[in-house]
């Protein structure tokens, strides 16, 4: 029985008590009074109980711990949980009991469990006060037990409120309600302030372990805020918002970063927590339980806040329900004031809670995400190449830029998985006691779905999983398209790579698409559930006879509105479940790749290896020990091991110069990544002795200074350095620079020189004075008088002398020096000894040689001492000495605009998703929010027609009504919902397709200054904001404005004097919005440029992680990469708590139009204002729709600013689209077999790379008569290569012209003009593919004629050992040597029958008798060819008709090699004397 049936039958009883017999109206009174105070005395004993415990708990703690303590100094957040709360506790308490002594002095009887009940609970708060003051407080309050009570103990307080919310008396139930709230409250801080003392001391004892080489300045700029106190209004946002409106903000202008939030911190708590997880379960160890280990706690904790703000949130409906009652009843006491400044009270309550715990659960996912950076950052840094090969570049670039942050977004999704479930459980438990069981029939319509969602979420989740690798292809391939565009261009490729691009992209939106109609199936059966719901519920409701009221009716419509959110976020928290899931098994796979350092120590302990005594006595005296070693880059799980060292057994001494020779493709490369364990070893073991200093034959070079890339992160020693510079012959090319060693290079190294490259990996080598030096063909990319310079004062110079170094060479000098020599071939070592030893039989490429370079090598030319006084001088060529002029300029920084997004960025977006159904969208919405008030209209009109007893219609007419505005409204909003999927793929697909075809046909100039990680950044996190998050914030904005336009238009119906409101509300509300958004901009297009240098070091670290773990620079590099995280978690922390300062002024704002609309309603119903407020039904619509105002509000204005923050992507991406165009088109139209004869004309030709920098090629004229080789040789970085790009037009000519056989190429079509051409350039290009695209993509030439051209290259062999013309090239030509596949580039151009052929220094890494080999091929394949060489080896022009001799961009000598030669006066001869080669 109810309680209000029970006061009924009480009062009724006291009525007839004059026609009764005393005594049995006494005993039935008893009797009814027993019934209904059973259950509140119960719960009162209980109460009393537990306040017994808790005061014998803090006793005994109290005595035990009380000297457990020094002296702490309490902070303001302890001060408030010790000493004020108490105190307030000590107050209500106070009240309490004296309101209990008022009611026993006019009443015969209080019951002595009221008096202890309340006496104990105020000796609870007394006893907390009491040993607050002692100096082992924090002992006591947060023992590990008392805290679990504290979180216990509000139970029977949330029983005791539950009974009297069940009685019409305000005051009791809100005097019980801030007793609980206190105990909550209490609680909550008590556990948080515990974590807190507990982080404090593991943050402490990780910083003494974990010390970091950071700046004070900058440390105090980037770790300042120690959060010691509390800040529940975020008010320490202001000066920087204040910033904000009158300037651009800068990264100096955010706020500093927590110490708990340190990523090195992070980083050391989430990577022991995994490397637990690993040791424990090697088999299969989950990153999740690692992520719970290091973050679970606190994460739990913050559960317990949700669980309070979500039944807080229900306080809303219930208080309404009271209010409406009171309404009807139209009573004249206070009550009604009570209950409609409790409205707003529970509103502003509800907003702290709100904004707290969005504030720390963003905090931890910061953590969360900084964690999982840098532990991927490290995976990749210690994974040696042949592990990392199972992965893809674009596999482990989604890692970092699309799992991290999935998982991260788990932090939501997990206790949304519970939270939503219990929010959607009290609403149909609240509206159980409203409407009975007709709430079944609308719970039947939600079951119903339950499993139609699941199966959706499978399908989704498979679609997800295909797009995830079709995404991973597509990063991979714009990655290669963006590392290679100036090959692609000389070869003409672009558009063909920009097809397979978008072939794998049209994969990707394939299942982008499916994924999204899913997704709108989902939101269309979520979001018409609570108008169904409604629907069944009424219309169950009144069928079975009752009738409807305002109270019931209104009460839950707010309900509804409560299951709205749940409902409608259920989907995508499943999505995002599955979505996490799935990257973290792609995560979990990558993380447990055995490292390269404990992978080598597992193998060195394998049975094949030297016995302990036996490895001892050898190892003394060597560097380098390899016992039987089998080495292969293949993974261990593939069972076809192609070993690239078959049981190699060497012992190199220490101290010593050892040469590796061999042919291309021999092995020489691999024998050092082996040495430096990047190769799996399959048998045997390796041992090495000391540092080791690493330069790879493709030298890598940092982004950043010239000292910093020879430093690599040693301290600055001027004398050390200088002569470390001297000595690679850097210090002429150095002085020509502005800035000096200061001067920036570009991503790659791409404003320097082959040769400048070559020999700034090698001083970062010398510098770092280690005990190996293991050099791989570094002398092949400089010419003759450096390499000879290098050799002598370098390499064999004081600076490395007693060193053991390794060097991978063709130079005939370095070989002649060498103490020993190992030849090798196809894997094996062949041959070791040395120069004196080796025959000339042994290794034939000194047969080859030509006799000009016998008779210098018979000569023994110079001395040591004589080389190293014959210093080269060298001056580059202006092309490179005037990129690096204007380095600051080369590199760009990367812009960002200031202000809000500009309204032309939304008509964009727009355009690209299509004008028709952005109107379609806009009507559907608005049409959609139009049936829902409607419906909520005529349900007002049926509740007052009903109440009024003035009813002219049947119950079915209002059913049929209200079934059509149910079913307008299902249609729309799937219309909606399918019209936004729509939209959005259309606009991906543009975006996307837009985006690449104007990047690849920007000219080479824009990829020179532009890194191509900020580029790729634009594919992959830009990109995927517009395919995934963009549409479905957008989608939530519309759907928040069009549900506020219609509460407006409907307050203003109904309450008149809501109009007055209207516009001061609306002034404050822009004020508000404009104060923000102005910040907001500016730090999200900070955090779009701190995340660039995140994903630019990752790449190019990914580039060079051998170097890195030679010089054994891992920490070095974790500690950069650090430094750039903590700069992003920065900005994503200011961006944080300013987003969460304008949502609690807002819901502040949203509290205070409620408390309005309820007082006005209030005063409305005692009749004393003019105007009437209309019907009951009205007045409950109004304050049904005031409630849910807060949270629309909020959500409103920050899916707008989370709108215009993705909207920073489109506007990054329409950047991009404005990048400047090369001109294609040409008036004159080339015919198939052109050019004719290959005679090329430089008539006058002057060519600057920037209109501010001097000529790179100054006034040069000259002419190749066709069917002749002609050779261009200059000192290193003379000019040669811009010959090359004039001619292929990769950078206009600013004066004079350029014929082929008589056309101005300027007037042909530019990718006609390249594909005409062929060219093997100076870096060799082969993409992931099959062999057969690689040599010929266009498909053009059959099988037979691609066989006859490798065998020609001397590279058939190698190829049909490999498996054929359809083997699977890896990513970058990893399957071959540097050698070979120049080899294969050679191939490739000569498939392609140009009568022009251009060489790039091709031979450079090939050995001496492959290159004699490759000349006669040349010679003997290119009759009738015009061939242009670039040679650093003289061996290689001799033979030509013409050369050509550049300096300084000028044409200083031309002529027959052969004439020039016996000319001793001529530039040519005393080049040619110089060289040893």
């Not at 206070?334 to 529970?346: K, N, P, Q, R, S």
């Not at 210690?382 to 090969?389: E, G, T």
């Not at 002598?792 to 390794?806: D, E, F, H, V």
């Not at 080899?1383 to 790039?1400: E, I, N, Q």
Request: aromatic share 10%.
């Amino acid at each position: 029985m109810e309680i209000n049936s029970l006061s009924v039958l009480m009062t009724y009883i006291l009525f007839l008590d004059s026609e009764f017999d005393s005594k049995l109206l006494f005993s039935f009174r008893t009797v009814i009074a027993f019934v209904y105070h059973f259950p509140l005395t119960m719960l009162t004993v209980f109460g009393f109980g537990a306040n017994v415990i808790t005061v014998i708990m803090i006793s005994i703690l109290g005595i035990t711990q009380r000297n457990a303590g020094g002296n702490r100094r309490v902070n303001l957040i302890e001060k408030v949980v010790l000493y004020f709360l108490p105190l307030l506790g000590v107050c209500l308490s106070s009240v309490d009991i004296i309101l209990l002594l008022k009611e026993s002095l006019h009443r015969e009887f209080i019951s002595h469990h009221e008096w202890l009940s309340r006496c104990s609970r105020f000796a609870v708060w007394m006893i907390i006060i009491l040993f607050s003051t002692c100096a082992s407080f924090h002992y006591i309050f947060c023992n590990h037990i008392l805290c679990f009570w504290w979180i216990v103990k509000p139970v029977t307080g949330i029983l005791h409120l539950q009974v009297a919310f069940l009685s019409l008396e305000v005051l009791e139930c809100l005097k019980e309600s801030c007793i609980l709230l206190l105990d909550i409250t209490f609680a909550i801080s008590i556990n948080i302030m515990r974590i807190k003392r507990a982080s404090s001391k593991r943050s402490s004892i990780e910083e003494s372990l974990l010390s970091v080489d950071i700046d004070v300045e900058e440390g105090s700029k980037v770790f300042g805020n120690n959060q010691s106190y509390w800040d529940p209004t975020f008010e320490s946002i202001n000066s920087m918002m204040n910033h904000g409106v009158i300037k651009q903000l800068e990264f100096e202008d955010l706020l500093g970063l927590p110490v708990d939030m340190d990523p090195s911190a992070c980083h050391y708590k989430l990577l022991s927590c995994w490397e637990t997880q690993d040791s424990s379960n090697s088999s299969n160890p989950s990153l999740l339980r690692a992520i719970c280990c290091a973050y679970g706690y606190p994460y739990l904790c913050l559960g317990l806040l949700k669980v309070l703000n979500d039944c807080i949130g229900f306080a809303g409906p219930l208080l309404l329900n009271r209010l409406i009652k009171f309404l009807q009843q139209g009573s004249g006491n206070l009550d009604g004031y009570v209950l409609a400044i409790a409205l707003g009270l529970t509103s502003i309550f509800k907003s702290f809670l709100d904004t707290q715990y969005t504030f720390y659960l963003s905090k931890l996912k910061f953590k969360l995400r900084s964690s999982m950076m840098t532990v991927i950052y490290q995976k990749c840094l210690y994974l040696s190449l042949a592990k990392r090969a199972k992965f893809s570049g674009g596999e482990i670039q989604t890692f970092m830029s699309v799992d991290a942050d999935r998982i991260v977004n788990l932090c939501h999704s997990l206790h949304d998985m519970w939270s939503l479930p219990l929010q959607i459980g009290i609403a149909l438990y609240l509206l159980y006691t409203q409407v009975k069981f007709a709430f079944v029939s609308g719970l039947a319509i939600t079951i119903l779905l339950i499993p139609v969602n699941k199966w959706i979420s499978t399908l989704i989740a498979n679609a997800t999983e295909k797009m995830m690798k079709q995404k991973d292809e597509r990063i991979r391939r714009t990655g290669e398209i963006l590392t290679h565009i100036r090959t692609l261009k000389m070869y003409g490729w672009e558009h063909l790579f920009s097809c397979w691009l978008m072939e794998t992209r049209s994969s990707e939106v394939q299942h982008l698409s499916t994924r999204k109609y899913l997704d709108a199936w989902c939101v269309f059966f979520w979001a018409t559930t609570p108008t169904l719901f409604s629907l069944f519920t009424f219309g169950l409701f009144v069928l079975m006879g009752y009738d409807l009221d305002a109270a019931t009716v209104f009460t839950c419509l707010a309900l509804f509105n409560s299951l709205i959110s749940p409902l409608n976020s259920f989907p995508w928290v499943i999505n995002g479940l599955i979505d996490a899931f799935i990257s973290a098994r792609r995560l979990s796979r990558f993380l447990c790749c055995a490292d390269s350092k404990s992978e080598r120590e597992l193998e060195v302990n394998s049975p094949s290896c030297l016995s302990t005594d036996q490895y001892d006595s050898t190892f003394e005296d060597m560097a380098v020990i390899m016992h039987d070693a089998s080495c292969s880059w293949s993974s261990g799980d593939e069972k076809d091991l192609n070993l690239v060292l078959n049981h190699v057994n060497l012992h190199l001494p220490k101290g010593s110069f050892i040469a590796v020779i061999g042919e291309v493709g021999s092995g020489k490369s691999s024998l050092l990544n082996s040495i430096l364990g990047e190769t799996l070893l399959v048998c045997g073991s390796i041992h090495s002795s000391g540092s080791i200093a690493y330069v790879p034959q493709v030298p890598w070079i940092l982004s950043g200074t010239i000292r910093n890339n020879v430093l690599f992160g040693k301290n600055y020693d001027p004398g050390r350095y200088s002569d470390v510079v001297r000595a690679c012959a850097l210090d002429v090319d150095i002085s020509l620079m502005i800035g000096n060693d200061m001067s920036y290079i570009g991503e790659k190294g791409l404003n320097l020189s082959g040769g400048q490259r070559a020999r700034l990996a090698l001083a970062r080598a010398i510098y770092h004075g280690a005990d190996i030096y293991m050099l791989d063909d570094v002398l092949s990319a400089v010419d003759a008088q450096v390499a000879r310079w290098i050799l002598s004062n370098g390499i064999m110079g004081p600076l490395m002398a007693q060193k053991t170094r390794i060097l991978c060479t063709h130079n005939v000098q370095a070989i002649s020096s060498a103490d020993m020599i190992i030849v090798m071939d196809k894997g094996h070592v062949t041959w070791v000894g040395n120069s004196d030893e080796l025959a000339v039989s042994m290794y034939s490429g000194f047969s080859s040689l030509n006799e000009f370079d016998t008779l210098h090598l018979q000569r023994q030319e110079c001395s040591t001492s004589a080389c190293t006084q014959d210093k080269p001088n060298h001056p580059e060529e202006k092309d490179v000495v005037s990129m690096l002029d204007g380095a600051q300029d080369i590199l760009e920084v990367e812009q960002r605009k200031e202000g809000r997004v500009e309204l032309t960025v939304y008509k964009n977006y727009a355009a690209f998703s299509g004008w028709v159904i952005t109107f379609v969208i806009c009507l559907s919405a608005i049409l959609m929010q139009a049936s829902r008030n409607g419906n909520d209209l005529w349900l007002s009109y049926w509740v007052d027609t009903t109440g009024s007893n003035e009813t002219q219609y049947s119950t079915s007419f209002y059913l049929v009504i209200l079934c059509t505005f149910c079913i307008a409204n299902s249609f729309l909003t799937l219309l909606r919902a399918f019209s936004f999927a729509y939209g959005g793929l259309q606009a991906a697909v543009q975006v996307h397709n837009t985006l690449i075809n104007k990047i690849i046909n920007a000219p080479v100039l824009f990829f020179d200054q532009t890194p191509g990680g900020r580029i790729l950044n634009r594919f992959s996190s830009d990109l995927y904001t517009i395919d995934d998050s963009l549409p479905f914030i957008l989608n939530i904005l519309v759907a928040n404005f069009v549900g506020l336009l219609g509460i407006a238009v409907v307050l203003s119906y109904v309450q008149v004097f809501f109009l007055l409101l209207l516009l001061p509300f609306w002034y404050i509300y822009s004020k508000l919005q404009f104060f923000y958004r102005s910040t907001s901009r500016e730090l999200r297009r900070l955090d779009s440029v701190s995340r660039s240098p995140i994903y630019t070091s990752f790449t190019e670290t990914l580039d060079g992680s051998s170097t890195i773990r030679a010089f054994k620079s891992e920490e070095y590099f974790l500690a950069k990469f650090n430094e750039h995280v903590a700069l992003y978690q920065r900005t994503s922390y200011s961006e944080l708590t300013a987003s969460l300062w304008l949502s609690l002024r807002l819901q502040l704002l949203a509290a205070f139009i409620i408390s309005f609309v309820a007082t006005m309603a209030v005063i409305g119903s005692g009749g004393n204002l003019p105007i009437s407020f209309g019907t009951p039904g009205l007045v409950g619509l109004a304050l049904s729709y005031a409630a849910p105002i807060v949270s629309l509000l909020g959500s409103f204005l920050t899916s707008f600013t989370e709108t215009e923050k993705e909207m920073v992507s489109i506007e990054r991406v329409l950047e991009y689209m404005d990048v400047p165009q090369e001109e294609l088109s040409g008036h004159q139209p080339l015919s198939t077999d052109w050019p004719f004869h290959g005679l090329i004309e430089f008539q006058n030709v002057t060519m600057r790379y920037k209109r501010s920098l001097p000529a790179a090629l100054h006034d040069v004229t000259f002419t190749i008569v066709g069917g002749t080789q002609v050779g261009i040789i200059g000192r290193t970085g003379a000019g040669k290569s811009s010959v090359l790009n004039a001619l292929f037009r990769l950078t206009p000519i600013c004066g004079g012209r350029i014929l082929v056989d008589g056309l101005d190429i300027n007037s042909a079509p530019l990718r006609d003009l390249r594909a005409h051409l062929a060219i093997v350039p100076q870096s060799p290009f082969l993409f992931q593919g099959s062999l057969r695209d690689n040599l010929d993509p266009l498909r053009m030439c059959n099988d037979l004629k691609i066989w006859n051209i490798l065998e020609k290259c001397h590279v058939k062999e190698e190829v049909e050992a490999a498996g054929g013309l359809d083997i699977h090239v890896k990513e970058s030509g990893m399957s071959f040597s540097v050698g070979q596949r120049q080899l294969l580039c050679l191939a490739r151009a000569l498939l392609k029958s140009s009568k022009v052929l251009c060489l790039d220094e091709c031979t450079a890494n090939v050995d001496t008798q492959t290159a004699s080999i490759l000349q006669n091929t040349i010679s003997s394949e290119c009759r009738g060819m015009t061939v242009i060489t670039i040679a650093h080896r003289i061996s290689t022009i001799l033979n030509m008709d013409k050369i050509l001799i550049l300096d300084h961009g000028n044409l200083v000598e031309e002529g027959n090699p052969q004439t020039l030669m016996q000319d001793e006066s001529s530039i040519f001869s005393k080049f040619a004397r110089a060289s040893t080669m």
